[in-house]
């Protein structure tokens, strides 16, 4: 019998393949259930004394939020608003009367050393805490030297975020240059 010499590797790859189907079909709802997890525990923490979150659809006209997270005392608002190199994702935890009680930046892609200050620079982001419903960077918010439009970005999803609880008009063009 005349062996084929591409067979075993081609039957091999085959092999794999099918094995990293089925593990992925199989690993799927824990990494989802992981994920949930995940997300409930930092909701916990921008909005403490909350003890479940349901997400409601959020059918305003704010294009700066993507999603809502309603609590007894409060809610979490995700924000997505567009910072000097992109897309900046927030979470906002905002009590009943409009005060934030928690931020954090979920994704962005600013300037290295500059923009990306915003995800840990804590002088920064604790302005924002039980400090009013409205920020303006250069009035009752420092920018972040030499991230002006960044700051001015997480300025805008938080006072978005903010004026969704309390039902406040948000339409501020922030971001614009020079605005």
């Known amino acids: 019998m005349k062996r084929i010499p591409w067979l075993q590797p081609v039957a091999a790859l085959l092999l794999a393949a099918l094995v990293l189907f089925v ?26 004394g909350a003890d479940s979150f349901t997400q409601e659809a959020y059918t305003g006209e704010d294009e700066a939020i993507s999603a809502v997270y309603k609590a007894e005392n409060g809610y979490v ?12 994702t927030m979470l906002v935890g905002v009590h009943s009367d409009g005060s934030i009680s928690g931020l954090v930046v979920r994704d962005m892609q600013e300037t290295y050393g500059l923009g990306m200050k915003a995800l840990s620079d804590v002088a920064f982001l604790s302005q924002f805490l039980w400090n009013g419903t409205s920020f303006t960077v250069g009035e009752n918010v420092d920018a972040l030297t030499g991230a ?4 001015k970005a997480v300025a805008k999803a938080v006072t978005s975020a903010s004026a969704f609880v309390t039902g406040a008009d948000i339409g501020s063009s922030a971001t614009e240059w020079g605005g």
């Open 77 to 88: 608002i995700e924000t997505v608003t567009v910072g000097y190199a992109g897309d900046i």
């Open 23 to 48: 593990s992925s079909a199989l690993l799927s709802p824990i990494a989802k259930e992981q994920a949930e997890q995940e997300l409930q525990s930092i909701l916990s923490t921008l909005l403490p």
């Open 148 to 151: 002006t439009v960044t700051s």
